[in-house]
Structures are given as C-alpha cells and as structure tokens.
C-alpha cells in the first residue's frame, strides 16, 4: 500500500488550498485515510480521517467548518480543502491509512500502518 500527498504550497491568510491523497493496493472504500500534520518543533496532529467502511469523517476541533475531507472513489484518493486558511494551519501535512482503526482511535497516529510523504503548507498572514 502506498499513499502519496500532494497540493500543499505557500498562500495568504484567508487562502485555500486542496490536498490529495492518492492511494495506491487499497481501496479507500476498506480503508480509513487520516491527515495529520507537524508544525516546526511541535508534534505531529491528527486533522481529519475518514473511515472507508463506513464513510464517516472526523474533524479535528480547530479544522471544523474551515476544512472539508471528501473522497473520490474512482480515483482512489482522498482531498483535504482547506479553507479560510490560518498562519498557525502552516505545517507539514501528511495523510496516512489504516485497515484496522476503529472509531476510538481514529485520532491516533499510532494505528495507522501506512504512511505517505508529507506535503508543506505555508500559511503567510
């Protein structure tokens, strides 16, 4: 299983950008696919997951109503818009899946097995 991000760049406060995910020797349809992302000299955080089996989508708190998760099912791959962009979203954005999460730990980083490269989003204001 592979999984490639792309999409991140360098925008203005208030600017959006769109990631994708592209996943290859997996459906997504099985497979829960979550965004985390590291800020410099900060841990890596859960921003949003999707679970394939049952399509639900979770949010990390300061991503709500600025942040949509969507999938493209033909494609295999997942997006992140990201709207309305903030100078603390800046960071390195990498998205990661899973076969075996359930929902209690969907935030987890520890249970997801595959993980691609990151992307970086730069948020000026």
């Known amino acids: 299983v592979q999984l490639q991000a792309s999409g991140g760049g360098l925008v203005q406060a208030g600017d959006s950008l769109r990631l994708s995910c592209a996943v290859s020797?997996?459906?997504?349809?099985?497979?829960?696919v979550g965004w985390f992302r590291q800020a410099p000299g900060k841990e890596r955080i859960f921003v949003a997951a999707n679970r394939g089996s049952s399509d639900v989508t979770y949010y990390e708190n300061s991503v709500k109503g600025r942040f949509t998760l969507s999938r493209d099912n033909a494609k295999n791959t997942v997006h992140l818009q990201m709207n309305s962009l903030k100078a603390e979203d800046s960071a390195i954005y990498y998205c990661?899946?899973?076969?075996?999460?359930?929902?209690?730990?969907?935030?987890?980083?520890?249970?997801?097995?595959?993980w691609g490269r990151g992307t970086l989003v730069t948020v000026s204001s």
């Open positions: 990661a899946g899973g076969s075996r999460i359930i929902v209690s730990n969907v935030r987890n980083e520890n249970g997801y097995d595959y």
């Open positions: 020797g997996r459906t997504i349809r099985s497979f829960t």
